[in-house]
T-cell receptor, first 113, second 115 residues
Framework: DQQVKQNSPSLSVQEGRISILNCDYTNSMFDYFLWYKKYPAEGPTFLISISSIKDKNEDGRFTVFLNKSAKHLSLHIVPSQPGDSAVYFCAASETGTASKLTFGTGTRLQVTL | EAGVVQSPRYKIIEKKQPVAFWCNPISGHNTLYWYRQNLGQGPELLIRYENEEAVDDSQLPKDRFSAERLKGVDSTLKIQPAELGDSAVYLC?????????????FGEGSRLTVL
């Protein structure tokens, strides 16, 4: 049972445009959500997070939106840069902390010139 | 500041052989995690340590997997005997505490191939 779903395995975006990565979840107990970025042969690195008490969190070019009623979150990257090309994982937790994360399967983002 | 260090980076073994992975977390991080990432999947938590205590090992296949963190610093994850389905990347992560919303810091992972 995949509790965190990233239905788009890959996404290609032109440099300078907006990248939108989507994530859906089924467990209504999830109350804390994170995005991780992973380059090949490296471990995932934390990107941005959002608590369920918020519907938006912004950090520079990265914004995460949370729609609790739809059990959906999205990561917006504006403007997209070639260095953003990586696999992006959505993760969720029931504990309000990062102590036990359930990850999605990832979306590979390719930012083209 | 050094990040999370894992070794070996790559390991190829035949099924039924034992294998061990080592992790040294970021200095001062009390919480250590072992995740397993199968091909095309996201990481899945195997075990979480608070200092030297395993506080969540519900996802660890205890018949063949074992882990230890004797002095509350570095940790070893062992598989004995390995099966074909154990082929995956084993990721170690650490954080200062598991009770805050702080990020996890992951190592580069140990890629296991079981033949």
């Amino acid at each position: 049972d995949q509790q965190v779903k990233q239905n788009s395995p890959s996404l290609s975006v032109q440099e300078g445009r907006i990248s939108i990565l989507n994530c859906d979840y089924t467990n209504s107990m999830f109350d804390y959500f994170l995005w991780y970025k992973k380059y090949p042969a490296e471990g995932p690195t934390f990107l941005i997070s959002i608590s369920s008490i918020k519907d938006k969190n912004e950090d520079g070019r990265f914004t995460v939106f949370l729609n609790k009623s739809a059990k959906h979150l999205s990561l917006h990257i504006v403007p997209s840069q070639p260095g953003d090309s990586a696999v992006y994982f959505c993760a969720a937790s029931e504990t309000g902390t990062a102590s036990k994360l359930t990850f999605g399967t990832g979306t590979r983002l390719q930012v083209t010139l | 500041e050094a990040g999370v260090v894992q070794s070996p980076r790559y390991k190829i073994i035949e099924k039924k052989q034992p294998v061990a992975f080592w992790c040294n977390p970021i200095s001062g991080h009390n919480t250590l995690y072992w995740y397993r990432q199968n091909l095309g999947q996201g990481p899945e938590l195997l075990i979480r340590y608070e200092n030297e205590e395993a506080v969540d090992d519900s996802q660890l296949p205890k018949d063949r997997f074992s882990a230890e963190r004797l002095k509350g610093v570095d940790s070893t994850l062992k598989i004995q005997p390995a099966e074909l389905g154990d082929s995956a990347v084993y990721l170690c992560a650490s954080s200062f505490s598991s009770t805050n919303t702080g990020e996890l810091f992951f190592g580069e992972g140990s890629r296991l191939t079981v033949l």
